[in-house]
Nanobody, 122 residues
């Protein structure tokens, strides 16, 4: 069993930065891939980024490529999403999730956090 808790969301102006954290309990986090997804108001939840369990492989949605960086600190059971050059269209609730094999498909994920709100003002 893995429990995930996100933190680090907030209100930021366009062009600013935020770093989201995802703290996990349960040993499986260390051997699982971790993904970030987001859900904007009135829209379906969408893939943002995923990192393999070793951290060797990362994949990003085109909309965040070059601006967001996903990372994972296995000894600390914590994952991160560094978000730079934020845009108003990045406003959403951000969720971290855990799965055995890295995937952009949310249906492949077994464990989810409760989400953290990110609001980017113009």
């Amino acid at each position: 069993q893995v429990e995930l808790v996100e933190s680090g969301g907030g209100l930021v102006q366009a062009g600013g930065s935020l770093r989201l954290s995802c703290t996990a309990s349960g040993w499986q986090f260390r051997t699982n891939a971790m993904g970030w997804f987001r859900q904007a108001p009135g829209k379906e939840r969408a893939f943002v980024a995923v990192i393999s369990w070793t951290g060797a492989t990362t994949t990003y949605a085109d909309s965040v490529k070059g601006r967001f960086t996903i990372s994972k600190d296995n000894p600390k059971n914590t994952g991160y999403l560094q978000m730079n050059n934020l845009k108003p269209e990045d406003t959403a609730v951000y969720y971290c999730a855990s799965t055995r094999m890295a995937s952009a498909d949310e249906n492949e994920y077994d464990y989810w956090g409760q989400g953290t709100q990110v609001t980017v003002s113009s």
